[in-house]
């Protein structure tokens, strides 16, 4: 029989759409099948099992993430297949700074009214996050909630399990003075501080629709951009350079993030000069007069992720990450101090 409850359908939920919703999903989660999968959309869990040859002492390491209020420019523009991919970026960017790799992912998605082209839209980008993490997207959930969301209005979370052998967990406690920080460019605001970005640029009075000419493009454009997923970079780092500390930089910026993989006895230089900060950081601070301070203590600055290493193998490290495709350079050093960030 059919499943199908027109009483259900009454009360705001569409059971037939959710099934439509996976059938137009099916062909973009197919595109994240790596080797350990084992199970096919649809049923209760998603099974993966992990080829242990090469990590003789494995360890687990999970993350979880939403997008935040940068939802917020995807529905404006009504342009739903890029958010997926911060959505996943949030997630396995993080499990990346324990030196894991992402096995899979699965994602969450509560909406008002189940829109399947639009859920379909959104797991594209999810997907295509994925790809560009070389995990699979192994499940996940859509669920309908009429009468609390309104019916254009959804909401986007998931989380990755990643591996790791237990002798290459980053130690810390290795990194010493003099070491090299090197910085890995994002594609600019990623996924955070979008709270104050749309009050300090009036989108909601359409100013997502404003071209400015510092940026080339409009202001929802620029904002819509995804975050960078740093992992099949950082992972060949990994395997060829002595790699001490990796900070994802996300909310808190600088001073809040850098901290979380130094010991005690440490502090991190930066040298201001060296930043590479992309236009749209400039226009929310003259718009806003946010204090500098302020600023990279919100946002990246042009620094999605930053990698820790021994001055002796910075060059060779520097090599890696640029033949990956990642354009990364010095800005700056460790320093003897009490987990500080300073910049000079």
């Known amino acids: 029989m059919r499943s199908f409850s027109d009483s259900y359908k009454a009360a705001g939920v569409d059971i037939e759409a959710g099934y439509e919703g996976v059938r137009r999903m099916a062909p973009h989660v197919a595109r994240t099948r790596i080797p350990g999968v084992v199970s096919d959309l649809g049923g209760f869990g998603g099974l993966f099992a992990p080829d242990l040859s090469s990590c003789p002492d494995p360890v687990l390491v ?17 342009r739903h297949d890029t958010i997926g991919i911060d959505c996943v970026a949030m997630c396995v960017n993080d499990v990346v700074c324990c030196g ?3 096995l899979f992912f699965l994602d969450y998605i509560a909406i008002g009214r189940n829109d399947p082209g639009k859920v379909a839209e959104i797991v594209s980008g999810v997907a295509e996050g994925c790809v560009r993490a070389g995990c699979a997207l192994l499940g996940g959930e859509t669920a309908e909630h009429p009468g609390v969301m309104d019916p254009e209005d959804y909401d986007l979370a998931g989380f990755t399990v990643g591996i790791v052998d237990r002798s290459k967990v980053l130690d810390h406690n290795t990194m010493e003075p003099g070491d090299v920080v ?3 460019p994002s594609s600019g605001l990623h996924s955070n501080g979008y709270s104050l970005v749309r009050k300090v640029l009036g989108v909601e009075e359409e100013g997502w629709n404003r071209y400015s000419p510092d940026l080339g493009c409009t202001i ?9 997923i740093y992992v099949k970079p950082v992972l060949a780092c990994l395997e060829a350079a002595s790699v001490r500390g990796i900070s994802h930089i996300t909310g808190g910026g600088f001073y809040e993030n850098l901290p979380r993989c130094l010991p005690e006895e440490l502090s991190v230089k930066i040298e201001r000069s060296a930043l590479r900060t992309p236009p749209i950081f400039a226009l929310i601070q003259r718009q806003g007069k946010i204090p500098e301070r302020d600023m990279l203590n919100t946002f990246n600055m042009g620094v999605g992720m930053m990698v820790i290493t021994a001055k002796a193998e910075a060059d060779k490290a520097l090599d890696t990450l640029r033949q990956a495709g990642c354009d990364a350079y010095v800005i700056g050093e460790t320093v003897r101090g009490d987990r500080q960030v300073v910049l000079c």
């Open 182 to 184: 090197l910085a890995l």
């Open 62 to 78: 999970s993350g979880t993430d939403g997008v935040g209020t940068k939802l917020r420019i995807a529905q404006l523009l009504d």
């Open 100 to 102: 894991a790799k992402p």
């Open 220 to 228: 929802g454009e620029e904002l819509l951009k995804p975050t960078e």
